[in-house]
């Protein structure tokens, strides 16, 4: 937590205008390739009647007192007036291609992307149907997956472009190292839309090392068991199993279902289903007091006692309180969502 007077000087603006009146503001950064959103209370009623709905919001928050980028662009999509105040939601542009503000597409035999690949396929949805006349998404940093990816084959009676993109993205990892399967993922950054690979935690270069004297204000976790269990059922009767033999907090599993038909096919998914997940085994929330641009995916360092904790983490999420008086930035890490049935579940709560 910082005071907003001594640390940083937040602006917000709606529609290229500045709005000094704002009393509040949270941003919610969840991963998981999921949307941002900005929740902003605003100390005046009159605005509901400004036309806000779809406007452009920018949210700066000045760390150390510097403008910089914004932390925060979306777009103006609920409006809930009271007496005295009005809350404003926004979500970032992706929203524009996503969920129930997204025109669906139906992709069959007859029409269909089996020329792109997923990236390409994303890239033309987004120039052709939501920057037809300014630059809502920008696609300027996209690159695409190694290998590349083929739309060849999806089909679907109706999606929006961002979940058929997501459900080829899913089917991309990195299986190189295989005990270090590394899997692709979405952000924003600004305007700017990302499609990156995950960083080792191994091997991949920090983004800031944090610490109870210098940027940690505090710690809680949950250590959860992973699985080290994987069985897939498949087509045709197929089934493929395999079994992690490090499995020092006990055996735990997971089941899943799988379109392959052989054998090999699905031992080969359930060998990735473990690995990619095992080292994802501590779900982390650190409260910081500097570093609130770090990106999601970023990897922290943590420098503190415990060993249990000492280390590389990935940024998975990160949420962002702003009030008259403080700042509050709060980064989840490591854990991205429960993905076993049954878990060995303990709280531990530290500094703070």
Same mark, same amino acid.
């Given at each position: 937590?910082? @005071?907003?007077?001594?640390?940083?000087?937040?602006?917000?603006?709606?529609?290229?205008?500045?709005?000094?009146?704002?009393? %509040?503001?949270?941003?919610?950064?969840?991963?998981?390739?999921?949307?941002?959103?900005?929740?902003?209370?605003?100390?005046?009623? +009159?605005?509901?009647?400004?036309?806000?709905?779809? =406007?452009?919001? $920018?949210?700066?928050?000045?760390? !150390?007192?510097?403008?910089?980028?914004?932390?925060?662009?979306?777009?103006?999509? *609920?409006?809930?007036?009271?007496?005295? %105040?009005?809350?404003?939601?926004?979500?970032?542009?992706?929203?524009?291609?996503?969920?129930?503000?997204? +025109?669906?597409?139906?992709?069959?035999? /007859?029409?269909?992307?089996?020329?792109?690949?997923?990236?390409?396929?994303?890239?033309?949805?987004?120039?052709?149907?939501?920057?037809?006349? =300014? #630059?809502?998404?920008? #696609?300027?940093?996209?690159?695409?997956?190694?290998?590349?990816?083929?739309?060849?084959?999806?089909?679907?009676? &109706?999606?929006?472009?961002?979940?058929?993109?997501?459900?080829?993205?899913?089917?991309?990892?990195?299986?190189?190292?295989?005990?270090?399967?590394? *899997?692709?993922?979405? =952000?924003?950054?600004?305007?700017?839309?990302?499609?990156?690979?995950?960083? =080792?935690?191994?091997?991949?270069?920090?983004?800031?090392?944090?610490?109870?004297?210098? !940027?940690? *204000?505090?710690?809680?976790?949950?250590?959860?068991?992973?699985?080290?269990?994987?069985?897939?059922?498949?087509? +045709?009767?197929?089934?493929? +199993?395999? #079994?992690?033999?490090?499995?020092?907090? @006990?055996?735990? &599993?997971?089941?899943?279902?799988? $379109?392959?038909?052989?054998?090999?096919?699905?031992?080969?998914?359930?060998?990735?289903?473990?690995?990619?997940?095992?080292?994802?085994?501590? $779900?982390?929330?650190?409260?910081? %007091?500097?570093?609130?641009?770090?990106?999601?995916?970023?990897?922290?360092?943590?420098?503190?006692?415990?060993?249990?904790?000492? &280390?590389?983490?990935?940024?998975?999420?990160?949420?962002?309180?702003? #009030?008259?008086?403080?700042?509050?930035?709060?980064? !989840?890490?490591?854990?991205? /969502?429960?993905?076993? @049935?049954?878990?060995?579940?303990?709280?531990?709560?530290?500094?703070?």
């Amino acid at each position: 937590m910082r @005071g907003r007077n001594l640390y940083s000087l937040p602006k917000l603006f709606i529609g290229g205008k500045r709005i000094s009146e704002f009393n %509040s503001a949270t941003i919610q950064f969840p991963g998981n390739n999921q949307i941002n959103t900005l929740n902003v209370s605003i100390d005046d009623p +009159e605005y509901q009647d400004a036309h806000l709905f779809n =406007s452009k919001v $920018e949210f700066y928050l000045g760390e !150390g007192l510097s403008e910089g980028s914004p932390i925060f662009v979306g777009y103006v999509k *609920e409006m809930n007036p009271s007496d005295t %105040s009005i809350t404003i939601t926004a979500y970032d542009p992706r929203i524009f291609i996503s969920g129930t503000d997204a +025109e669906p597409i139906a992709v069959t035999d /007859k029409k269909n992307f089996d020329g792109y690949t997923a990236v390409q396929f994303l890239a033309s949805v987004i120039n052709d149907n939501v920057n037809t006349v =300014s #630059t809502i998404i920008n #696609t300027d940093a996209l690159s695409d997956f190694s290998p590349e990816t083929s739309m060849r084959g999806y089909r679907t009676s &109706g999606k929006s472009p961002y979940e058929i993109f997501l459900d080829v993205m899913a089917q991309t990892v990195d299986d190189t190292v295989p005990e270090d399967p590394l *899997e692709y993922y979405v =952000s924003m950054e600004g305007n700017k839309l990302i499609v990156a690979k995950k960083k =080792s935690v191994d091997t991949g270069s920090r983004s800031m090392i944090l610490s109870y004297m210098d !940027g940690i *204000e505090g710690i809680t976790y949950n250590h959860r068991a992973p699985a080290t269990t994987a069985i897939g059922i498949g087509t +045709e009767g197929s089934f493929g +199993e395999f #079994t992690y033999g490090n499995a020092p907090m @006990g055996r735990v &599993g997971t089941t899943f279902q799988s $379109e392959k038909t052989q054998n090999a096919e699905i031992y080969e998914e359930a060998l990735l289903t473990v690995m990619k997940n095992y080292v994802e085994q501590k $779900e982390i929330n650190v409260v910081i %007091s500097r570093g609130f641009y770090v990106g999601l995916e970023s990897l922290v360092y943590l420098s503190v006692p415990d060993k249990n904790l000492r &280390g590389n983490h990935r940024v998975t999420s990160k949420s962002i309180s702003v #009030t008259k008086n403080n700042i509050t930035c709060t980064l !989840g890490l490591d854990k991205r /969502k429960p993905r076993v @049935g049954d878990y060995l579940d303990r709280k531990i709560t530290l500094g703070g």
